[in-house]
């Protein structure tokens, strides 16, 4: 990774119409609701960083990706991470030799996809902002700073990590990869009249209680443009810096593909323009997704300057020490 630190952050706005000549001006036909009023100020001293990962069969990335995160330069820290079905002996990892890293964990029994691995995750979160941190190492814990300082001094309600926003020492990404995320972004701003330079990123912070307030619906990874298109319409204020990334290959095991991509763009349209109608395709033929378990649960944890260590004192945890009810079936909005 390049030693180069990546530029400022710039807040995402809506585009102004007041050049656009009166006669033309009926055909902006997306309106955007008025900013929300400003949220009640984090504590800069005493606030806790929620971070969920979602993970499905990560077995060779779990653990380096944890210690990555241990060594976040966070001063309160909640691990939560949610085992979406996971076949490849990630499930026993989690639940044995990292269960100390580990704050809380959540396993689905079958795959269900991120957007339902999220919305557990979502749910058990306490901090007072939430990290989406990917399981695969191609997003560094190293920017959670970066990432969630203009929450906690420039108002922010909602931040995304860019991958394409003026970072040096970037890795050459695949073009066709790099074009589809612009398409879908660029569709996605012209319905949020937003000027994300990455919709799709995997880096994504938001205060908790405006997170908690949305209801999301989908399972997979239509969950990107759902997320934007909501917390844009409700008026929140989002943030956008630039990140550091290190895209791996479908040999190296990215899951993401075509099929993903035409879902994110059914989402982009649906629910910019159609928010109220009933879920159709993979949403509509699903049955009620199964429960969650939540296994482990333990007080958020002080940051690397405390050793993690000190949370393998605790008893060992049984097999499953405690079970909730999870609501990741898919919610009305």
Request: proline share 8%; net charge neutral.
């Amino acid at each position: 990774m390049s030693n180069n630190q990546p530029k400022g952050d710039r807040a995402v706005i809506a585009l102004p119409d007041n050049g656009i000549p009166k006669k033309k001006r009926h055909l902006m036909t997306f309106p955007v609701m008025a900013p929300k009023a400003p949220q009640a100020p984090i504590d800069r001293q005493r606030y806790t960083l929620s971070i969920v990962i979602p993970c499905y069969n990560e077995s060779a990335t779990i653990a380096p990706l944890l210690a990555r995160v241990a060594r976040a330069d966070v001063p309160h820290m909640e691990v939560i991470v949610v085992d979406d079905g996971s076949t490849d002996g990630t499930t026993d990892l989690l639940g044995g030799d990292l269960s100390h890293a580990i704050d809380r964990l959540i396993i689905h029994r079958k795959n269900l996809g991120k957007g339902a691995a999220l919305r557990s995750g979502f749910k058990e979160a306490t901090g007072d902002i939430i990290l989406v941190q990917d399981a695969d190492l191609e997003y560094d814990p190293e920017d959670y700073r970066r990432l969630i300082q203009p929450i906690l001094e420039r108002g922010a309600d909602v931040v995304y990590g860019s991958r394409f926003a003026g970072s040096d020492g970037q890795p050459v990404l695949s073009f066709w990869h790099v074009l589809a995320n612009r398409l879908l972004t660029l569709l996605s701003n012209c319905f949020t009249n937003l000027n994300l330079t990455d919709m799709e990123t995997g880096y994504k912070v938001f205060r908790r209680d405006v997170i908690q307030a949305i209801a999301l619906r989908e399972n997979r990874f239509g969950f990107e443009p759902e997320v934007t298109a909501k917390l844009a319409k409700s008026g929140y204020v989002f943030h956008e810096v630039p990140i550091h990334y290190r895209g791996r290959s479908y040999a190296e095991g990215k899951k993401i593909g075509l099929k993903d991509a035409v879902r994110a763009l059914y989402a982009t349209v649906r629910y910019s323009l159609f928010p109220q109608l009933p879920a159709i395709g993979s949403l509509a033929s699903r049955p009620p997704a199964p429960a969650g378990e939540l296994i482990s649960d333990r007080e958020p944890r002080d940051g690397p300057d405390i050793p993690r260590v000190q949370t393998a004192t605790k008893p060992p945890l049984s097999p499953i020490a405690s079970a909730v009810e999870h609501g990741i079936e898919s919610s009305v909005s």
